[in-house]
């Protein structure tokens, strides 16, 4: 519920009072409320409603405890109707509308640089945790937390006002919209941290408002690309994790267990915005998905095709993670040491010397090469450096298997 109901509340409150970090905070104290009061009371029977009244309320408090400026804006904001929050002077909102969506745009403002809208929106929409924000950008929870802080006051300095920009406006906000989207999946489907290896609700999440972005614009060809992308991975979700929720690697996943209807509607987008337009990083991420969704199995993967779209992906958006599957595509496609010689470069970033997944691949590239004692040191850091106990106990044993198999490694 409070998933669902958070992007309303906070919208209410940021077309109400327009102040970012004010409104989360008091979006928190109607979160603890709601934990300490609803056990005791049941659940309202408007959640919505009763969220605004508490957060507002609050607010109301923090603004007027900072100044007597402060205090009379807020006293005569208080006494002013707004029918984007309440039709009525009982403060009780409107709650027919979804207002997630519209805030993804509010958030991605021109005045903030691509990384900052990003960053910003996935913390005040999506509700990630500056940790989890941190993993996504590869630098450290505190760096995060000031370019929050930069973010939300460059929007202050602009004097942006939290409304909906007009339609003309909207296709420069996209591209930002569907990095958000995409990284709340990719948070979904594979955590960064924690006892779970998915989070099956954040990732329907991100699926849903990436569908309300291709309603709206669906001659977008990387929107398509991008609601496709995530059919596709989403797909092979119930086939990552065996039964006490452990991972299971791509290679020895139950494909019956593949979800089919998702698999033809994410090819079926696919085919529709391939050949239309320029191919962007969305589609091409979508038409790799699609190889391996229709690969009955993993034996029958096309890897050389795969290798051939990944060196097209590295030319249209290149990042290390996407180094990274490129490696394993090539090794695949053309032996362990050509993967290995494309993850060298990443070895000098301190970035991705600290990040578990390079070290993870590299260990699989050695194991494949025939290298077991450097292939255990890196499974080892790899287990060491992740947040993610599945991902840990999948390390280690692979790790443990290899020194069976070689006891000196």
Known sequence: MWRREAPHVRGALLRRYGRPDACDDALQDAAE????????????????????????????????????????????????????????????????????LRLLFLCCHPALSRPSQVALTLRAVAGLRTEQIAAAYLVPARTMTQRLHRARATLRAAGARFTMPPPHALPERVAAVLDVCHLVFSEGYARTSGDQLLDVELAEEAIRLTRQVHDALPEHHEVTGALALMLLTHARSPARTDAAGDLVPLADQDRSRWHGHLIDEGVT????????????????????????????????TDWLQISVLYDMLSRVALTPFVTLNQAVAVAMAHGPALGLALLDPLLADPAMRRHHRLHAVRAHLLELGGDPTAAAEHYRTAAALTGSLPEQRYLNRRLAHLRRQHPGA
């Open 269 to 300: 987008l696919l085919g529709h915005a391939l050949p239309r337009g320029p191919v962007g990083r969305y589609q091409l991420q979508a038409a790799i998905a699609a190889v391996h969704a229709e690969a009955p199995t993993f034996e029958a």
């Open 33 to 100: 409320a709601a934990a300490a009061r609803w056990p005791l009371t049941g659940v309202p029977d408007d959640p919505r409603a009763w969220l605004i009244r508490v957060a507002s309320r609050r607010l109301i408090d923090r603004l007027r405890a900072d100044s007597a400026r402060v205090r009379r804006e807020t006293l005569d904001a208080a006494r002013q109707p707004d029918a984007g929050i309440a039709p009525a002077a009982d403060d009780t909102p409107a709650t027919g509308d979804d207002d997630t």
